[in-house]
């Protein structure tokens, strides 16, 4: 069935230096990939998407990459702050509109 | 401009009690998606739904789980006679315009959820 692997499940980073989580896909008619932040009893926050048609996408800090060919998508936080500490979740469209979720990666910023 | 709503933002119930949990989308959303999310794991879709109509259901447990968006009011999710393994959080999200098939699939916002403790 429809499956999203996520790695690392956790990741500890120094301030400043860069994070970088992974994630793979199984369907292939997937074609959107949102990364979501959540902090500890909040809600899932979108923090950025790509869609199939593209194959990088930047805002500020955050940037993410996709390869179709290998069904990879990836996270790339650069300058990272103790702010960024939360847990990460990537994900991919499935049929009739669901997303299919990674099981996380805990990043913690060590000021 | 108000998110997507939940209450009860928590909820106890003893086993066998039936919980209800509501959700009320983005204004100007009508697509309505329910998520549960166990201790220490990712989101686990459930249903979808459309006013008035299940669009796709395939994540919900066949058993005492139960669904709906009527036209007036918000969504409800409902889980009857309860166990200790449904204790989680449950999410709503809500979208303005889900892809078509083949199409783009805008943005799914969340509910800050419903955290039911089962006894």
């Known amino acids: 069935g429809e499956n999203v692997e996520q790695h690392p499940s956790t990741l500890s980073v120094q301030e400043g230096d860069s994070a970088v989580i992974k994630c793979t896909y199984s369907?292939?008619?997937?074609?959107?990939f949102p990364w979501y932040k959540q902090e500890l009893g909040k809600r899932p926050q979108l923090i950025i998407d790509i869609r199939s048609n593209v194959g990088e996408k930047k805002d500020q800090r955050i940037a993410v990459t996709l390869n179709k060919t290998a069904k990879h998508f990836s996270l790339h936080i650069t300058e990272t702050q103790p702010e960024d500490s939360a847990v990460y979740f990537c994900a991919a469209s499935g049929g009739y509109n669901k997303l299919i979720f990674g099981a996380g990666t805990r990043l913690a910023v060590h000021p | 401009n108000a998110g997507v709503m939940q209450n009860p933002r928590h909820l106890v119930r003893r086993r066998g009690q039936e919980a209800r949990l509501r959700c009320s989308p983005m204004k100007g959303h009508s697509h309505v998606y329910w998520y549960r999310q166990l201790p220490e794991e990712g989101l686990k879709f459930m249903v979808y739904l459309q006013k008035e109509n299940i669009i796709d259901e395939s994540g919900m447990p066949k058993e005492r789980f139960s669904a709906e968006f009527p036209k007036e009011g918000p969504s409800i999710l409902r889980i009857q006679q309860v166990v200790r393994g449904d204790s989680a959080a449950y999410f709503c999200a809500s979208s303005w315009n889900p892809g078509l098939a083949g199409g783009p699939l805008e943005t799914q916002y969340f509910g800050p959820g419903t955290r039911l403790l089962v006894l």
């Open positions: 369907d292939s008619a997937s074609n959107y």
